[in-house]
């Protein structure tokens, strides 16, 4: 199944880099995933696509601070520069036929 | 630049049925594929099924298969949920989202992802 696998939460102070990680099972390396944000009391944001070779392609307006890579079953979001709007859950998302799935999301705390 | 606007609040009754609304703008309804996706009070995105406006086609996910019908009507650019014998478990805010896919064989193969999200819709089941 294509189902991600986050971590619960994560924190970096303010100005600082954080790498998320989006994981699926050892059979789906190589897969194309999304990351989506989602600030207190909004819907989500679509941030950006990654690539299974790890490329990234982001979504119009996303700062440069934002980048996304993978390695065999894992994708990353890093956010560098960490700013004060960048607390909040961060969501994978990946798709198959007839299907999609979302992570369990990562609450970010910007300290 | 793509909009999704949903219908407004909703409180149901246990063992109602509740129908959401979702009206696009900007892009090409007819070719894109739109996505229900709930939350719960504290809790992650759920998908609940995609729909193919161009075809009137949607999938389900197994959870909702027996409860959920998605249907869109191209000439208002908008798409409908609704959700029948609603329990307290189905409050949520529900969102519908647009992406990208194609329909082979009755099963939608998705393009990518979710790239516009709506503001959402929150359905409260209460007595």
């Known amino acids: 199944q294509l189902v991600p696998t986050q971590s619960p939460s994560a924190s970096a102070s303010l100005g600082a880099s954080v790498k998320l990680t989006c994981t699926l099972n050892?059979?789906?390396?190589?897969?194309?995933i999304a990351w989506h944000q989602q600030q207190p009391g909004k819907g989500p944001r679509f941030l950006m696509k990654?690539?299974?070779?790890?490329?990234?392609t982001k979504a119009d307006g996303i700062p440069d601070r934002f980048s996304g890579s993978s390695s065999g079953a894992e994708s990353y979001l890093t956010i560098s520069s960490l700013q004060a709007e960048d607390e909040a859950d961060y969501y994978c998302?990946?798709?198959?036929?007839?299907?999609?799935?979302f992570g369990g999301g990562t609450k970010l705390t910007v300290l | 630049q793509v909009q999704l606007v949903q219908s407004g609040p909703e409180v149901k009754k246990p063992g109602s049925s509740v129908k959401v609304s979702c009206q696009a703008s900007?892009?090409?309804?007819?070719?894109?594929?739109i996505s229900w996706v709930r939350q719960a009070p504290g809790q992650g995105l759920e998908w609940m099924g995609t729909?193919?406006?161009?075809?009137?086609?949607?999938n389900y996910a197994q959870k909702f298969q027996d409860r959920v019908t998605m249907t869109a009507d191209k000439s208002t650019s908008t798409a409908y949920m609704e959700l029948t014998a609603l329990t307290s478990e189905d409050t949520a805010m529900y969102f519908c989202a647009r992406g990208r896919g194609r329909m082979v064989q009755g099963f939608i193969i998705f393009e990518g992802p979710t790239d516009y999200w709506s503001q959402g819709t929150l359905v409260t089941v209460s007595s």
């Open positions: 050892t059979g789906h390396s190589n897969y194309a």
């Open positions: 729909i193919i406006p161009l075809y009137g086609t949607a």
């Open positions: 900007g892009g090409t309804f007819s070719s894109s594929v």
């Open positions: 990654v690539n299974g070779d790890g490329s990234h």
């Open positions: 998302q990946t798709w198959g036929t007839a299907i999609q799935f």
